[in-house]
């Protein structure tokens, strides 16, 4: 047991030495670390310090440095984590940040194999720009910019997992340093897509939360753009007119269906409220309304009118509202809920799944259950209805300010719903985190959570690595 002064003292004494140690690649409390600290959605606390390695060399000697002081180390991405699992806590230990920001150098692109080695911190928008004179596409596509180290370990989903699955998918190898007693560099970065010799040890580093190991390169299988998309708003009546059209779209659209989501009045009108006079649904009042994105050749703009002239007569006689909108203003209607939504009020972003005949029902019951919690607190849904994923988002217009106590009980009556009615997830695609860590020790059979507990204690057995809160 040390006292304050004595654990002020051993700090300083280790924050010294990370500065002889790691000095070119550290910011301190002095150099504004606000970027580092703020998440995306709620609040985060303090770090003692940042630091940016630039290479796996670096890296390592940060680890170390952890394990020596026994110090969380946070590795942060694009810190746009949805789980609060990328930014210290507001109360707990200290924490170090890791940020891969400069972990950039060294892309590797194989047009021939449709392959990559990209290092961890490259954003996706830096890897897309790199691989469009291919001719290539790293196809998770979602309404932000993360790193692709973050992308892995948060195993991202995304607007068109539908066609092209989630990151776990398009993962073929990973390199990462962990925090075993040698700081070993598990290097595991084979491009091969048939490569059947042995248990998958990249795989686990997918999901993870920065707790095993501090991915540091990812092998990526790569697509080809599509030389053609088309994008269509659907205006529905409502959540059960949006299960019949999901049904009768993929039963026309058949291979060409990229992306499918489905976003509710209320998000449609938060969307709008920040596109500054763009309309992409041309005046029509905002209700539940389906995005569908169509690829292939040419001929793609002819199949998405025989999806909607298919829509029309599934309606039996009573319309359908659709129109063939440029593939950039559908999707800035979809990418602006989120901004909308913020700027209406308090957020809490609840990402949760369910099998798909059960959507409209699970969502009138969300409605109810935040209804009944809490009257100013409305649901604002969007999300990858296709996939049985619904961003069912929680909002208290300004001024209204919610309790711990009634965030937390919303957030606990929509998963118990859920999972427990529905056998659904309390995390569809955000993955672990502070914001839903109890509903992992509430919800992992014991036999599971040993196992996770087990990968842990291999690769990081002294604790130092990810978020403190973190349920594993
Ligand atoms: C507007 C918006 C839309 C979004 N839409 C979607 C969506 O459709 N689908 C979806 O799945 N997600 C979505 N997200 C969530 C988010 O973008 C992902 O979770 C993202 O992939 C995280 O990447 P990042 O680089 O920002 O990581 P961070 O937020 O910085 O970190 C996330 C987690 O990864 C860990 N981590 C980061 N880098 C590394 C590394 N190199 N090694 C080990 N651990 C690491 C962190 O410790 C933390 O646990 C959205 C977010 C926003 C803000």
């Not at 991202?156 to 398009?170: C, E, F």
């Not at 991915?215 to 790569?222: E, I, K, M, N, S």
């Not at 009980?409 to 502070?434: L, N, Q, T």
Request: charged share 20%; hydrophobic share 45%.
């Amino acid at each position: 047991v040390t006292d304050d002064a004595d654990s002020g003292t051993a700090m300083a004494a280790a924050l010294a030495e990370l500065v002889r140690d790691l000095g070119d690649a550290l910011l301190g409390a002095d150099d504004g670390l606000d970027r580092f600290t703020e998440p995306a959605r709620g609040r985060g606390g303090p770090a003692l310090a940042v630091v940016r390695p630039r290479d796996v060399a670096e890296v390592r000697r940060a680890v170390q440095w952890a394990r020596r002081h026994r110090v969380h180390l946070l590795p942060q991405g694009a810190v746009s984590g949805l789980v609060g699992a990328s930014t210290p806590p507001v109360d707990g230990p200290p924490v170090v940040v890791l940020s891969t920001e400069q972990l950039v150098d060294g892309l590797v692109v194989d047009p021939v194999d449709r392959t990559a080695v990209v290092p961890a911190g490259l954003r996706l928008s830096a890897l897309e720009c790199a691989l469009a004179p291919h001719g290539l596409t790293f196809p998770i596509d979602l309404g932000a910019d993360p790193t692709i180290g973050g992308m892995v370990a948060t195993n991202t989903g995304g607007a068109r997992m539908l066609r092209h699955g989630d990151v776990r998918r398009r993962v073929l190898g990973v390199q990462a340093v962990v925090a075993d007693d040698a700081v070993s560099v598990v290097d595991d970065l084979s491009t091969l897509r048939k490569d059947n010799t042995g248990p998958d040890v990249s795989g686990l580093f997918v999901g993870s939360a920065g707790s095993l190991g501090i991915v540091t390169r990812v092998a990526l299988d790569l697509e080809r753009r599509p030389a053609h998309s088309a994008t269509a708003l659907v205006s529905l009546s409502g959540d059960e007119a949006a299960l019949d059209a999901l049904l009768v779209v993929e039963r026309v659209a058949g291979e060409r269906l990229s992306a499918l989501e489905v976003l509710s009045a209320p998000a449609v009108d938060a969307a709008r409220s920040v596109l500054d006079g763009i309309d992409p649904l041309g005046g029509r009042p905002a209700s539940t309304t389906m995005l569908v994105e169509l690829v292939g050749s040419a001929d793609v703009d002819d199949a998405l009118l025989g999806v909607l002239a298919a829509l029309d007569e599934g309606a039996r006689g009573s319309g359908v509202e659709a129109a063939v909108v440029p593939p950039a203003r559908a999707w800035a209607l979809r990418h602006a809920i989120t901004e909308g939504l913020r700027r209406r009020g308090t957020v809490l972003g609840l990402d949760v799944s369910v099998p798909r005949p059960a959507l409209p029902t699970f969502l009138a019951e969300a409605r109810a259950a935040v209804a009944a919690t809490d009257g100013s607190a409305e649901v604002a849904d969007f999300g990858h209805w296709a996939d049985g994923g619904v961003h069912c988002n929680v909002v208290w217009p300004d001024p209204h300010q919610p309790d711990p106590e009634v965030v937390t009980s919303c957030r606990d009556a929509v998963f118990a719903i859920a999972v427990e009615r529905y056998r659904g997830s309390w995390s569809a695609e955000h993955g672990v985190g502070p914001h839903n860590a109890d509903w992992w020790r509430r919800t992992t059979p014991p036999e599971v959570a040993a196992a996770v507990r087990g990968l842990r204690s291999l690769f990081d057995p002294l604790r130092v690595l990810g978020h403190p809160d973190l349920p594993w």
